[in-house]
Nanobody, 115 residues
């Protein structure tokens, strides 16, 4: 059973930065695709970014140039560096782990961008 634990969320002012982490256990981390979604209450979960086993990345248009996804296989950890944050980035961020079509989700971490 794969378990994912996100951390790094919090309150930040517009224009500020946060780095989210997603630590995986019970996983052959290096061969799993990983990524982030976000979800606001009452709305569908939306794609933010993904990173393949080879390190290829994809981003939602809304975060291109501001967010950077990365992974550190030796630590079984994935990161989302979030720069130039905007009020509309306020939501809960979830990491996922996908291997052979099976997807696991973390519990989510709240990001609030407000002055």
């Amino acid at each position: 059973q794969v378990q994912l634990v996100e951390s790094g969320g919090g309150l930040v002012q517009p224009g500020g930065s946060l780095r989210l982490s997603c630590a995986a256990s019970g996983s052959i981390f290096s061969i799993a695709s990983m990524g982030w979604y976000h979800q606001t209450a009452g709305e569908q979960r939306e794609f933010v970014a993904s990173i393949s086993t080879a390190g290829s990345t994809n981003y939602a248009d809304s975060v291109k140039g501001r967010f950077t996804i990365s992974r550190e296989n030796a630590k079984n950890t994935m990161y989302l560096q979030m720069n130039r944050l905007k009020a509309e980035d306020t939501t809960v961020y979830y990491c996922y782990h996908m291997f052979r079509g099976v997807v696991y989700w973390g519990q989510g971490t709240q990001v609030t961008v407000s002055s």
